[in-house]
């Protein structure tokens, strides 16, 4: 089993800075990815950001390119993501995964992060 554990979601200005973080535990694997989705009140879960754990490539999806910035830290099994700039339409639940290749997805509980206007 796995488990992720975020952290750093919050309630922040327009304009203001988080950042979140998703600690994995337990199963470790040498080929995954880890990455962030989010989920707007009403509205499908859907794709932030990915960096892959070997060479640690990353995509990201439109709405936040150059202001998101996603990072890992191999000691500690930890992905970050850096939120600058945030915006009233970031405000949602983001969720950490982990996608092992060839395996099922194992995803986190869930950060709320509130941004007012």
């Known amino acids: 089993q796995v488990q992720l554990v975020e952290s750093g979601g919050g309630l922040v200005q327009a304009g203001g800075s988080l950042r979140l973080s998703c600690a994995a535990s337990g199963r470790t694997f040498t080929r995954y990815a880890m990455g962030w989705f989010r989920q707007a009140p009403g509205k499908e879960r859907e794709f932030v950001a990915v960096i892959r754990w070997s060479g640690g490539s990353t995509i990201y999806a439109d709405s936040v390119k150059g202001r998101f910035t996603i990072s890992r830290d191999n000691a500690k099994n930890t992905v970050y993501l850096q939120m600058n700039s945030l915006k009233f339409e970031d405000t949602a639940v983001y969720f950490c995964?982990?996608?092992?290749?060839?395996?099922?997805?194992?995803w986190g509980q869930g950060t709320q992060v509130t941004v007012s206007s």
């Open positions: 995964y982990i996608a092992p290749a060839g395996r099922s997805t194992y």
